[in-house]
């Protein structure tokens, strides 16, 4: 069974880390079966999931949901809760008591983003009190509104240094990884380079310890729009799409459902209706 000590020696060895988000039991199987490293139960379910145009909207009460599904179809992979907006902000004590319920759902850690000396201080109080956290810097989703939008980040020198001032705040506080987002692959290279802890990409290169991609993504199955970091390994949108079409037209011309999908009475009991 994976556990937080996976990640750092993954880091260690030099193997990469390969995570993925899962929101639902069965994907979750799927996921566990295919031996991911982790996975993560995004808040970006408010999107992919619900249909949001963004991660704002979701709370933490749909989000234990979605994590009790994940945990009960992933036996054996490492779970990471999403903490939505304003789920952790207002106080050590309101992170601390949500966090708690992330944990007792099915998570075996938590991601928060950002970076203030509040998150700091949360990082701190929840590994103490035994709730493993990964951090989540760069372009950073809950801050959209105050980073102008969808920006890559660590554009220069001065931004670089300043993320991976950030990350070792994260990383001495007690995170066992950190998510780096939408900044280009040097950037992240140089972060994780010096950085004790592994990083986790999302639209920031190769070089970072491991990966995460939004499932729905990669495989096709949303289709609003698509990332420029995202590769498709499927189509499940088109791949649905027949096959639903396909059921329609088979209901609609009988052929659908067939003998082999059907019941029959007894010849006794026919007899006795037509009585």
């Known amino acids: ?142 801050l959209m509104n105050t980073l102008g939008g969808h920006k890559i980040q660590g554009k220069t020198s001065d931004k670089i240094e300043a993320i991976l001032e950030s990350a070792k705040k994260l990383e001495e506080a007690g995170c066992f990884g950190v998510v780096l987002e939408l900044m280009p692959a040097d950037s992240a290279k140089y972060i994780t380079e010096n950085l004790k802890i592994p990083t986790i990409g999302i639209g920031a290169g190769v070089n970072c310890s491991g990966q995460i991609v939004v499932i729905d993504d990669i495989l096709g199955k949303f289709t609003d729009f698509t990332p420029r970091f995202v590769k498709k390994y499927a189509n499940l949108h088109d791949e649905i799409l027949k096959g639903v079409e396909l059921y329609k037209k088979e209901v609609k011309t009988e052929i659908f459902p067939s003998e082999k999908q059907s019941f029959e009475l007894d010849k006794e009991e026919k007899e006795k209706l037509k009585n």
């Open 1 to 142: 069974m994976k556990t937080v000590s996976t990640f750092q020696r993954l880091k260690d060895s030099g193997e990469k880390i390969a995570m993925l988000t899962a929101y639902d039991y069965s994907t979750a199987q799927v996921l566990d079966k295919a031996e991911v490293d982790a996975i993560l139960v995004g808040d970006s379910l408010a999107m992919v999931v619900l249909g949001h145009e963004n991660t704002y909207n979701i709370t933490l009460d749909e989000m234990l949901i979605f994590v009790s599904a994940v945990a009960r179809g992933a036996k054996n992979s490492f779970i990471i809760g999403d903490m939505p907006f304003m789920s952790y902000n207002l106080s050590i004590e309101q992170g601390l008591e949500n966090a708690g319920k992330m944990i007792k759902s099915g998570a075996n850690a938590i991601k928060l983003e950002g970076c203030n000396e509040h998150i700091v201080n949360l990082v701190k109080r929840c590994t103490e009190t035994g709730i493993p956290v990964l951090g989540h810097l760069g372009f950073t989703p809950q």
